[in-house]
């Protein structure tokens, strides 16, 4: 299936789908779908063997993926993909941009203030 999780600094990304921009209708039609996959599922027991558990967790990836599949867009990573950038690295990235544009416009009404 290959759902593996990124920290993100106030967040969890999901790598593979883009859940986050599910809309509230979409994942009503994703639990239904997933509901129709369940129902004709029979349910395993206490008396059920290793294999039977591996079957089942097989069966529920392969649901799971192929609801994904079909009502969230996939992500899709290239050679150029950074999979560690996250949000914290994205905010450290602007802070001196702020900070030199906050200096800038304390110098410019420095300035005007002068000429007053």
Do not use: Y
């Not at 209708?25 to 029979?42: H, I, S």
């Not at 290793?50 to 990836?61: D, G, K, L, S």
């Not at 304390?106 to 007053?116: F, I, K, N, S």
């Amino acid at each position: 299936m290959g759902v593996d999780r990124q920290e993100q600094a106030d967040h969890e990304n999901v790598v593979g789908w883009n859940i986050a921009e599910m809309t509230e209708k979409g994942a009503e039609a994703a639990e239904k779908l997933w509901m129709e996959f369940v129902m004709n599922r029979a349910h395993s027991d206490a008396e059920c063997t290793e294999e039977e558990v591996e079957q089942e967790v097989a069966m529920c990836q392969e649901a799971m993926s192929s609801v994904l599949d079909t009502m969230v867009k996939k992500i899709r990573h290239c050679a150029r993909s950074k999979m560690w950038w996250n949000a914290d690295i994205k905010q450290r990235r602007r802070m001196p941009g702020t900070e030199r544009r906050r200096r800038r416009n304390l110098d410019e009404a420095a300035c005007v203030q002068a000429e007053l």
